[in-house]
């Protein structure tokens, strides 16, 4: 079993950045594909960015196009965390933002794709963009 805790969600302007982190309580790190989702208040939960398993340099990364250009996915396999830099704020990037994660998929877009199956989940953290 793999735990999850991210942290970062804050109060933010739209025009404004954040950094998310998510840390793992796991050996195997660097088996995990991971990614980044977020549910906005009564809408379905949607994949944001992911990244491969392997080395941090060479790893695949993946946003979806309502963050591309404004979204940074990278990991400190040391640390064992998985950060998300936003930046752009827009309104409808507010919402709860997770990081799921499996050991299954190899290229990111897979797993944003099947987010419904992914093994491990964390908490999640809330990102309120506001006026």
């Known amino acids: 079993q793999v735990q999850f805790v991210e942290s970062g969600g804050d109060f933010v302007q739209p025009g404004g950045s954040l950094r998310l982190s998510c840390k793992a309580d796991?050996?195997?790190?660097?088996?995990?594909?991971i990614g980044w989702f977020r549910q906005a208040p009564g809408k379905e939960r949607e994949g944001v960015s992911g990244i491969s398993h392997g080395d941090a340099a060479t790893a695949s990364k993946y946003y979806v196009d309502s963050v591309k250009g404004r979204a940074t996915i990278s990991k400190d396999i040391g640390e064992n965390t998985v950060y998300l830099t936003l930046s752009g704020l827009k309104l409808e990037d507010t919402g709860v933002y997770y990081c799921?994660?499996?050991?299954?998929?190899?290229?990111?877009?897979?797993?944003?794709?099947?987010?419904?199956?992914?093994?491990?989940w964390g908490q999640g953290t809330l990102v309120t963009v506001t006026s």
């Open positions: 799921g994660a499996s050991f299954r998929f190899g290229q990111p877009q897979n797993l944003l794709r099947e987010w419904r199956g992914l093994e491990f």
């Open positions: 796991t050996n195997h790190f660097s088996g995990l594909t």
